[in-house]
């Protein structure tokens, strides 16, 4: 144009390969790869006498006795969830000890944010306790329990060569380690543990998936058992 100065010409020369090439760039770095499927885990709910009938569990310090009606209020801390485990990932463990994570899976949540909820949804139902909240109230409740998660994860016992998975379905194992104490006296009334395993049904997802919540369940099931006998002894002591 008539009225464009040479430097107005030199500017919008170096300006328009920018231009261009910033528009094709957003373009090409759009990602066209789908976001990963989020499951969420469940906890299976029942009367509170249903502890009763789990099975048996190692407290250290107690009488074993549980399905009792207890009027005590316990807070669920945090879970301390074991390397490798601390993530929205779904595990897997290969025979050869390689621990890997399914592809274009995750849970809903960090594990210990999962197991934190799924035992506070457990511990409503099945404890027997007059109130189960998690640890944002801790310092309001007579109680605590803590979880230490070491297993938590897909086991398969037969690999193709290069390490993929075979036909066969995996085992889903978990293993929680548990304490519980009392608030006001910062102490540990007892320690115990469960440990449940439950095959999937099928080498897919979906049912894989299944098998964790079972496994859960079972040892959610353990806890409760632990934590209502532990409880009992606690509350028919003399203080």
């Not at 007579?142 to 037969?158: G, M, P, R």
Request: hydrophobic share 45%; proline share 6%.
């Amino acid at each position: 144009m008539k009225g464009d100065s040479p430097t107005r010409n030199r500017l919008f020369r170096l300006l328009a390969p920018a231009l261009i090439l910033g528009g094709c760039a957003g373009s090409l770095f759009k990602t066209q790869v789908a976001p990963p499927t989020l499951y969420l885990l469940s906890a299976a709910r029942a009367a509170p006498a249903a502890a009763a009938t789990a099975d048996p569990v190692t407290v250290t310090g107690v009488a074993a006795t549980s399905g009792t009606e207890l009027m005590a209020n316990l807070a669920v801390l945090r879970p301390l969830v074991r390397a490798g485990l601390d993530t929205d990932r779904i595990a897997a463990l290969y025979p050869d000890r390689r621990l890997d994570y399914f592809a274009d899976a995750r849970w809903s949540a960090p594990l210990d944010e999962v197991i934190q909820g799924l035992a506070v949804s457990f511990f409503q139902s099945r404890a027997g306790l007059r109130n189960v909240s998690a640890d944002a109230t801790a310092f309001a409740s007579a109680y605590w329990l803590e979880i230490d998660v070491t297993d938590f994860q897909a086991e398969y016992t037969v690999a193709r060569p290069g390490g993929n998975p075979g036909g066969s379905p995996p085992t889903v194992h978990v293993h929680l380690l548990a304490r519980i104490g009392s608030s006001g006296e910062r102490r540990v009334i007892a320690r115990f543990e469960a440990d449940a395993r439950q095959p999937a049904t099928e080498n897919r997802m979906g049912a894989i998936v299944a098998a964790y919540e079972g496994a859960a369940d079972q040892a959610l099931l353990q806890l409760a058992a632990g934590c209502s006998a532990a409880l009992a002894s606690e509350t028919s002591s003399p203080q």
